[in-house]
């Protein structure tokens, strides 16, 4: 069996398992096409329950709509997104967002759907602050379009079970699953992509990944049980600790790219 082959059946075994021992996920929490673009965008670089206090603030607000989104002053949005964290940064990136869908689409992200794949995620990716990861989010959940959604959790649980390097790129993890997936069908990719957070959130943590009681438990190899039982990513020695910078100095985080939960 070639390594290519062999990756498409891990990747197979790997939904089947994961839906198996934890069920559908009821993907995206967001009750229309607009608050799910709009929460792919808040989710950037926080936690969904973040994010769900942002969008329950635009909510009792009655923003959530294209023309509120478009005429509120910059500084209102940016407060009632605060709970979501680079409200600034986000409050931007909305307003740019919000002015292409209105400008392009007649206010309704399902118009993209007019264009090929290619076409709307091209132009998806030329308005600010829109990446790979918050465009194919957009374009798989909210307009239904058959494109996999990679993220940090992808890279992580992929990388332990050696289907792709630490640093792999989007597009490369991309192509695995729809290499794997190859009929493009849009409700497996929302499935998979949701069991796929499910598992990073609750089993495969940075640093304590819990193998023995995840549902992808049994297709690790004993040599990568072995790896991660003894360092997924040490602990720092005692040494590092004091090394450390005091958390004031330490550099400030990066400006969010993209997604998630
Ligand atoms: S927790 Fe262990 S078994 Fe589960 S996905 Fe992570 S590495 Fe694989």
């Not at 967002?97 to 290619?118: C, P, T, V």
């Not at 890279?155 to 079970?161: D, E, G, V």
């Not at 049994?218 to 040490?234: V, W």
Request: charged share 25%; with cysteine; proline share 9%.
């Amino acid at each position: 069996m070639n390594p290519g082959a062999q990756t498409r059946r891990v990747l197979r075994r790997m939904f089947a398992l994961a839906l198996r021992a934890l069920g559908p996920q009821h993907w995206w929490p967001g009750d229309t096409p607009l608050e799910v673009c709009v929460g792919a965008i808040l989710t950037q670089n926080t936690a969904w329950v973040n994010v769900e206090r942002a969008i329950a603030n635009l909510k009792s607000a009655g923003a959530l709509a294209p023309c509120a989104l478009h005429t509120m002053p910059h500084r209102r949005l940016a407060a009632l997104i605060r709970p979501a964290g680079y409200f600034n940064v986000k409050a931007r990136r909305l307003k740019a967002f919000i002015a292409y869908l209105i400008g392009h689409l007649g206010g309704r992200i399902e118009a993209i759907r007019r264009k090929s794949l290619d076409a709307a995620r091209r132009a998806l990716l030329t308005v600010h602050g829109i990446g790979p990861e918050t465009a194919d989010s957009m374009l798989l959940y909210a307009a239904g379009f058959p494109v996999f959604v990679c993220d940090a959790y992808t890279r992580r649980i992929l990388h332990r079970h050696g289907l792709c390097a630490h640093d792999a790129e989007y597009h490369a993890m991309q192509d695995l699953f729809h290499r794997a997936f190859p009929r493009r069908d849009a409700a497996t990719y929302n499935e998979f992509h949701a069991l796929i957070v499910a598992v990073g959130k609750d089993f495969c943590r940075p640093r304590h990944p819990r193998c023995d009681a995840c549902p992808l438990g049994p297709l690790l190899t004993p040599a990568q049980r072995r790896r991660l039982q003894i360092s997924p990513k040490p602990d720092k020695t005692p040494r590092q600790r004091q090394s450390d910078p005091p958390r004031s100095r330490r550099p400030r985080p990066p400006a969010p790219q993209i997604a998630r939960r």
